[in-house]
Nanobody
Framework: QVQLVESGGGLVQPGGSLRLSCAAS????????MGWYRQAPGKQRELVAS???????NYADSVKGRFTISGDNAKSAVYLQMNSLKPDDTAVYYC???????????????WGQGTQVTVSS
């Protein structure tokens, strides 16, 4: 089995910063990409940022210049540094990974349990 464990959410004032962490564990042959999605109440889940094993990154327009995603291939981990947070960033943030469990299997998508980020004064 593969597990994604997130940490780092919480309550922060507008303009503040948070850093999310996610580590993958279990039977892992390779990780193609990892990233973060978020879902606010009443809204669809949306991509926040992603990074491939080769280091290619992608960001939602709404977070460009404020959020930075980074990966650690050796630790099977991904991080999201969030600066200049706004109330609109309030959501449950989910870690996502595209993982091959063995050399004989195809790549599958895995999700973390989610971590709440609340931006409020």
């Amino acid at each position: 089995q593969v597990q994604l464990v997130e940490s780092g959410g919480g309550l922060v004032q507008p303009g503040g910063s948070l850093r999310l962490s996610c580590a993958a564990s279990g039977s892992i042959f390779s990780i193609n990409a990892m990233g973060w999605y978020r879902q606010a109440p009443g809204k669809q889940r949306e991509l926040v940022a992603s990074t491939t094993s080769g280091g290619t990154t992608n960001y939602a327009d709404s977070v460009k210049g404020r959020f930075t995603i980074s990966g650690d291939n050796a630790k099977s981990a991904v991080y999201l540094q969030m600066n200049s947070l706004k109330p609109d960033d309030t959501a449950v943030y989910y870690c996502h990974a595209e993982i091959r469990r063995t050399r004989y299997e195809s790549t599958n998508a895995y999700w973390g349990q989610g971590t709440q980020v609340t931006v409020s004064s």
